[in-house]
């Protein structure tokens, strides 16, 4: 498990979430994003493109996983806002409360543990008047594919990364207690137990 999780499960979760249909998902609400970001699971930094550099001013990564930390390098580079990387994870966020404009969030709350948890940690270092802008894939709605989700779900989480392929996504951040500004689902290209979105902007 060694040599998979240190080299192969980065390659794999880097190519899996750049494809063609998931950048098109990042490039309507990554660019939403202004002053000072906490971007959770920032990841090999596929999102780092999309940005606006006129809006931003520093991106706050948090990844606990340095592997994927390490391949971000060269996506990190050459960009006029800085990005800094602070550890432990989504549900022990290591800032204070208010301390952030807006969060980023895509691809995440599949393989958080507590993704409830995650999205209060959230809410607390939110700024009054920040939003969380999001894009997850999660709980598809046809009983067929829902089943088919639950079904691989054991399996799939072990594989890849952790990840759970049909979480419900809105009940989680109604149960943190955030509102939806707006939110979005639809089918997109891929495999539709891994292929049904969910993206918005959420307000405490």
Known sequence: ???????????????ACGTKAITKQ???????ASGIVLEIGIGSGLNIPHYDVNKVIKVLGLEPDENMWTKSIKRRKNYNFSIERIGLSGEEIPLKNNSVDNIVVTYSL???????????EM????????KIFFSEHGKAPDI??????NFIDPFWSKIAGGCHSGRDIPFLFKQAGLKFEFIKE???????VLSYNYWGAAVA
């Open 123 to 130: 809410k607390r270092v939110l700024r009054p008047g920040g």
């Open 1 to 15: 498990m060694g040599l998979y999780k240190e080299i192969m499960l980065p390659w794999c979760l880097d190519k």
């Open 110 to 120: 599949c393989t958080i543990p507590n993704p409830i948890k995650a999205l209060i």
């Open 144 to 149: 067929r594919v829902q089943k088919l989700q």
């Open 186 to 192: 639809m089918y997109i290209p891929g495999p539709r």
């Open 26 to 32: 990042r490039e309507k609400i990554i660019p939403l």
